[in-house]
């Protein structure tokens, strides 16, 4: 394994949180990589160096895997934060642009797509295109409920991060939240808006989040699980 392949599998490490585990753990799989769980109370700082002293090991696991094979355009996407589930329709290939359109009867798939594995930008881009527009009211309505005034959205698509708050009040969220429950959704958005009002993980910032999202505990616990549940046309 070069330096370089080496550098992108660390670039690429996911650390999950868990309530469960009683140490940390590191595991190799097609699926999903290099995947480092850590237990209640290691910082992200021990983790790290837990990984440099098994490096060694975790690449001779990454160098026994297959080679991965790039899925094809998904021929289904549910979107469960929006109660949808769009068909997807395969129009036959020309020379023409690829284009992916959404209408009443689902998503399609036109042009000449294959190109490039052109199809999963078509994706990607309708994807956060979605969630901007659903994002943006959800954000709005929470805000003033919780009495918050935010700064600008943004939407990104993220490996690992769900979301994020700057001291402006700039919130970023994730476009792969629309692949979750409608309440892990609103959680994230609750976990950001209160970053407005405690940019730390303090208690403060804690009785903010459970005032507007009492059972912010189980969703932060199913949030940590929810990435391994996401469909292989994202990864990217």
């Known amino acids: 394994m070069t330096a370089t392949s080496a550098i992108a599998w660390l670039d690429d490490c996911e650390f999950r949180h868990s309530y469960r585990a009683k140490r940390l753990r590191i595991s190799v799989s097609p699926r999903s990589g290099v995947v480092v769980t850590l237990p209640p109370g290691i910082s992200r700082a021990r983790a790290l160096a837990f990984v440099e002293t098994q490096r060694e090991w975790i690449e001779r696991q990454l160098a026994r895997l297959p080679p991965p094979t790039p899925p094809g355009p998904p021929e289904r996407v549910a979107l469960p934060a929006l109660g949808l589930d769009l068909a997807v329709h395969f129009v036959s290939e020309s020379r023409e642009r690829p284009h992916l359109r959404e209408t009443c009867n689902g998503l399609y798939l036109t ?14 881009n309708w994807l956060r ?11 709005a309505e929470q805000a003033e409920r919780m009495g918050l005034r935010h700064g600008r959205v943004s939407v990104r698509l993220q490996r690992t991060r769900w979301g994020s708050c700057n001291r402006h009040g700039d919130i970023s969220l994730n476009a792969k939240l629309l692949l979750l429950s409608p309440a892990l959704m609103r959680h994230v958005i609750i976990h950001e808006l209160a970053h407005i009002r405690h940019l730390d993980h303090s208690p403060a910032f804690w009785a903010v989040v459970e005032a507007a ?12 699980q ?6 292989g046309w994202l990864e990217h």
Not at 111 to 124: I, K, M, N
Not at 129 to 139: E, G, K, S
């Open 111 to 124: 042009g000449d797509w294959r190109t490039h594995d052109v199809w999963r930008t078509l994706f990607t």
């Open 129 to 139: 295109t979605r969630a901007h527009a659903a994002y943006l009211p959800v954000i």
């Open 213 to 224: 999202d009492p059972a912010w505990r189980s969703h932060r616990r199913a949030l940590c």
């Open 226 to 231: 929810a990435s391994s549940s996401l469909p």
